[in-house]
């Protein structure tokens, strides 16, 4: 997963994607990257690392220009490195041009084989630099036409923001499995990952791009172009389950009211008896806000978080992944103590992180837990961007429902169901990917 923001026509372009960079953090933490155009020149800066950590205001004051794109990674495929760090930037037959990828092109190795056959010479290993070799070799002379055709070879998740020395173009693949948004700030426009990026820089929310459009805009104002069709949609629907965040507003819903409406539907579907509804924060706070308002049981903080630590889902070893509950999270034995308790969470993916999360909680006096998850199991690994581990390591492909509750030492567990999942997200079927848990792949 990648977090994506470009901004055209804004004295202090750098200063205002570094802002978006940091509302986009929960989606990539391994490093970032800011691109700037002062129409002829390109500056880049990129390092391995947080937002706050990798621009100082001396490095942002050296990045000049009044466009500029920015992105921060979390390596789904290609290794976490600084020669994987986005946006690249590259000068070919079509001039200088940078790039940010959110997405996984599923025949990305493929066609990287082919255009080495050819004489390629990669610089990286990240599947976003097939689509500028693609683009290099295009026939075609004009750059949108060459871009068109080069997006026409690949198959898979991208929402794209590219820059040239004078334009800034996004682009949403034709499944429009990731988001990407516009806005406008004064004159500048802006797209975005998620609008959450928007309001942090006070900049107004237009529109989504849709799937399969490209939008460009340059002096001559904004145009866009539905470049390709597809026969679906297919929104990734773990985005609205824990990627983006609550405060953003994607797919036309805001995430957080869409989270309660799992929550009173997993209330619905899976009742318990019990004293308390407790999230598992942050991802299952707004799903237990909506389960407590719907089965009436007093909702409270039964768990509580350390800021300073970042989502364990996104550490990328497992080492990490076991450290993180003690560091991150603390029981409220007072809270906890002698209750029935309702534990909601988002998701379950390998089991490690929730089974001892689960144990702090019954170490903390708790009589009985039930554990309501507000999405259905995982079941298959994602292929489109979201950095699910394999089959094999996915808890639910291979245990029934009991031996997920034995493993998680827990009374009762329960999933929301896929119809559920999808009628909380959206009311009007705009068309979801939830390949994750039905197998059900848009793309082979
Ligand atoms: S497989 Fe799951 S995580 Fe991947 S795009 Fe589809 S819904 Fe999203």
Redesign the pocket.
């Known amino acids: 997963m990648c977090g994506i923001f470009g901004i055209y026509g804004a004295e202090n372009a750098a200063k205002l994607t570094y802002l978006g960079l940091f509302a986009l953090q929960h989606r990539g933490q391994e490093s970032a990257g800011i691109v700037t155009s002062d129409g002829e020149n390109m500056e880049v800066y990129k390092q391995m690392g947080l937002v706050q950590d990798v621009f100082s205001d001396e490095v942002l004051e050296r990045l000049k220009g009044e466009i500029s794109i920015g992105h921060v990674r979390y390596s789904t495929f290609g290794e976490s490195s600084i020669v994987n760090a986005q946006p690249l930037v590259v000068g070919c037959s079509k001039g200088k041009i940078a790039i940010a990828h959110n997405g996984n092109l599923v025949n990305g190795n493929f066609l990287r084989k082919e255009l080495e056959a050819e004489g390629a010479i990669f610089q990286t290993t990240v599947d976003s630099e097939v689509i500028v070799h693609l683009l290099a070799r295009s026939r075609k002379r004009e750059f949108l036409p060459a871009l068109t055709e080069a997006l026409s070879f690949i198959k898979g ?1 991208y929402s794209l923001i590219i820059m040239t020395p004078k334009e800034l173009i996004g682009i949403r693949d034709p499944f429009g ?2 988001p990407l948004c516009l806005g406008r700030l004064i004159h500048s426009y802006i797209l975005a990952s998620e609008s959450c990026a928007l309001d942090l820089v006070n900049a107004k929310f237009l529109r989504e791009v849709m799937p399969g459009e490209m939008v460009v805009i340059n002096e001559s104002g904004i145009t866009s172009k539905k470049i390709h069709q597809s026969e679906r949609n ?1 929104l ?4 609205a389950v824990y ?1 983006a965040r609550p405060d953003s507003d994607i797919f036309g819903e805001n995430m957080h009211k869409v989270r309660m409406e799992m929550g009173r539907q997993l209330a619905r579907e899976k009742p318990a008896s019990a004293d308390l509804v407790v999230p598992i924060p942050d991802s299952g706070v707004s799903a237990a806000i909506g389960y407590a308002e719907e089965s009436g049981i007093h909702y409270n903080l039964g768990l509580v978080r350390n800021r300073y630590v970042g989502r364990t889902f996104i550490s990328p070893t497992q080492t990490i992944r076991n450290m993180g509950v003690q560091i991150k999270l603390n029981p409220i034995d007072d809270v906890l103590s002698e209750k029935r308790v309702v534990v909601i969470d988002d998701s379950i993916v390998r089991g490690t992180t929730s089974r001892k999360i689960l144990r702090l909680i019954r170490e903390a006096g708790a009589k009985e837990i039930h554990l309501r998850i507000s999405s259905p199991p ?1 079941k ?7 950095d ?1 581990p394999t089959r094999e390591e996915l808890l639910a492909s291979n245990h029934t429902i009991e031996e997920i509750r034995e493993y998680m030492g827990v009374d009762s567990l329960g999933y929301l169901s896929i119809s559920g999942l999808l009628n909380s997200v959206s009311k009007d079927n705009k068309g ?6 039905d197998g059900n ?2 793309i082979r």
């Open positions: 998740s499995f990731h297919a990734c629907i773990f985005e990627f995982i298959h690994p994602c292929f489109y961007g979201i699910t979801f990917c939830t390949a994750c848990f792949y848009p």
